[in-house]
């Protein structure tokens, strides 16, 4: 499974980058707005730091607006993903922009038959947002069970799961037994899957008695 890390936060994305654990960024005008920086600066600062896709999203609501927003954004870099809504103009657009070699992630997908439709536009990604049908009381993770079965159907079909809407370890740990591509994961949470209590207590007895021996390594 990818982890892409689910920010705009360049110190944060530069700092995650260190642990060689990040596959990715993913960015939404919510995340930019709350850097508030300059969107164009700070795509080329993370594409500076990270490799793999870095998705960028249109704020045109119209295929064409679409297009042309998406080919200026895939302009910046070679791994500038193009994020696009879940509407009838975005998918014209993510056919349009992928057919031209961009990668797109298909955004705001709430439904199994949506991620359907993304597919046959030949999205890179499909973005479920499983916090937010969380939220409302709905299952978000039996809908990236249901994509994972939907895919898996067809061979034709390319399209990676990427999970977002993450607000959890136990989102990503069910992510990765469904079988999704990649999680898109907050600093925080991202950070929160190394921790478990035991790992610390038992370090630090490890420590201690270490200690009573009064040896070095090396
Ligand atoms: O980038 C999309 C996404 O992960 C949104 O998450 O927490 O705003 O529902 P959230």
Redesign the pocket.
């Known amino acids: 499974m990818k982890f892409f890390v689910?920010t705009a936060d360049i110190a944060e994305i530069r700092d995650l980058a260190e642990s060689g654990l990040l596959d990715g960024v993913?960015t939404?005008p919510?995340?930019v707005a709350k850097a508030g920086r300059d969107f164009t600066e700070i795509l080329k600062d993370i594409c500076d730091v990270v490799d793999g896709p870095v998705s960028a999203e249109v704020t045109a609501t119209d295929a064409k607006g679409m297009i042309e927003e998406g080919e200026k954004l895939a302009r910046i870099a070679d791994n500038i993903t193009v994020k696009v809504p879940l509407t009838i103009d975005g998918l014209k657009a993510c056919r349009h922009l992928t057919g031209n070699g961009t990668m797109v992630n298909v955004?705001l997908c709430f439904s199994a038959v949506q991620a359907l439709m993304a597919a046959k536009a030949g999205a890179t990604f499909i973005?479920p947002?499983v916090?937010?049908l969380d939220d409302i009381s709905q299952d978000g993770m039996q809908l990236i069970q249901d994509i994972r079965q939907i895919y898996d159907n067809y061979d034709s079909f390319t399209t990676e799961i990427l999970v977002?809407?993450?607000?959890n370890p136990v989102h990503v740990l069910k992510a990765a037994l469904i079988g999704a591509d990649v999680c898109?994961i907050?600093p925080s949470t991202l950070r929160q899957l190394v921790k478990h209590p035991l790992t610390d207590a038992g370090l630090q007895a490890f420590l201690a008695d270490w200690a009573k021996t009064g040896q070095k390594i090396g």
């Open positions: 689910d993913t939404n919510t995340l955004t973005s947002f916090g937010r977002a809407s993450i607000r898109t907050p």
